[in-house]
């Protein structure tokens, strides 16, 4: 069974930090690209950023280009994702994903963690 657990979501104010986490099991990690996605309340879930299974490609949502960081540990069967210079639009239920193939990290998917900006 498949399963993606994220962590690290939490009440921030504008201007900090926080990691998010997602630990995977049931899958072969090393060989699946992984993709964190956000849905705030009211707006479709969209992209935030992609990583490939061996970190080689990464992308970014332009809305967080330059203020987040996606990050695997192949070992720890991990993806993370830093968030740095949080604003109140950031607020959103951050899911972790899978995918075969790195144009398509949607395969599998997590529960889900708030994180919520204040101003």
């Known amino acids: 069974q498949v399963q993606l657990v994220e962590s690290g979501g939490g009440l921030v104010q504008a201007g900090g930090s926080l990691r998010l986490s997602c630990a995977a099991s049931?899958?072969?990690?090393?060989?699946?690209?992984m993709g964190w996605f956000r849905q705030a309340p009211g707006k479709q879930r969209e992209l935030v950023a992609t990583i490939s299974s061996s970190s080689s490609t990464i992308n970014y949502a332009e809305s967080v280009n330059g203020r987040s960081t996606i990050s695997r540990d192949n070992a720890k069967k991990t993806v993370y994702l830093d968030l740095n210079s949080l604003k109140p639009e950031d607020t959103a239920v951050y899911y972790c994903?899978?995918?075969?193939?790195?144009?398509?990290?949607?395969?599998?998917w997590g529960q889900g963690t708030q994180v919520t900006v204040s101003s």
């Open positions: 049931g899958i072969t990690f090393s060989i699946y690209a």
């Open positions: 994903s899978a995918g075969r193939w790195y144009d398509r990290v949607s395969d599998y």
